[in-house]
């Protein structure tokens, strides 16, 4: 069995695909989400390859390896996640590698907010019963309602609920993942 988990890292602007190679040539696991998007010029269009993150690759590397990954050109720090590297699991990159093989000018947007997070439904036919959220897609959530002893699914939009809980979330800086209170 292997010690080797996904990581993110955090690059220097407009260096993942340079990042990807450097660390392909030193033997380390890794991957740049590449997005099919189409640019339109004043002339002509163009199919291109772009990061699907900016300033993000992943790396597949076991504890030891860290230092080794970290000094490569354009990398600035490893991302962390509760004061530990955050660990991406092997499900969540193949879901990405999936999706991107299957749809192209992908956009992606940063959502306020997380797994676990208590939640109350403010609008519709579910409107105020409280829940937990055990999925977060683009434009909705996925929403555990417990029910007369039986657990209810239900997939809400992001603007018919409202945060419970108590949990403060801090962004230190623009990339930075939030950090829990």
């Not at 010690?3 to 190679?21: F, H, M, S």
């Not at 597949?60 to 660990?87: C, F, Q, V």
């Not at 555990?144 to 809400?156: C, D, F, T």
Request: hydrophobic share 40%; charged share 30%; glycine share 4%.
């Amino acid at each position: 069995m292997t010690d080797k988990k996904w990581y993110a890292v955090y690059t220097k602007t407009r260096c993942e695909k340079k990042v990807a190679l450097l660390l392909s040539k030193k033997n380390i696991e890794n991957y740049c989400p590449l997005n099919k998007v189409t640019k339109q010029w004043a002339d002509r269009k163009k199919n291109i390859l772009e990061p699907l993150f900016t300033c993000y690759v992943f790396v597949r590397i076991s504890p030891a390896e860290h230092t080794h990954m970290l000094n490569t050109d354009g990398i600035i720090r490893i991302i962390y996640w509760l004061g530990k590297p955050a660990i991406i699991r092997d499900v969540e990159i193949e879901m990405i590698k999936k999706f991107l093989s299957q749809h192209s000018n992908v956009a992606i947007e940063k959502t306020q907010v997380a797994l676990n997070d208590k939640v109350r439904i403010i609008s519709g036919p579910l409107m105020e019963q409280e829940g937990k959220i055990i999925a977060v897609k683009s434009k909705s959530v996925k929403i555990i309602l417990p029910s007369l002893g039986y657990m209810m699914s239900a997939e809400v939009d992001l603007d018919k609920i409202e945060l419970v809980n108590d949990q403060l979330r801090i962004f230190v800086g623009k990339h930075d993942e939030p950090q829990m209170m």
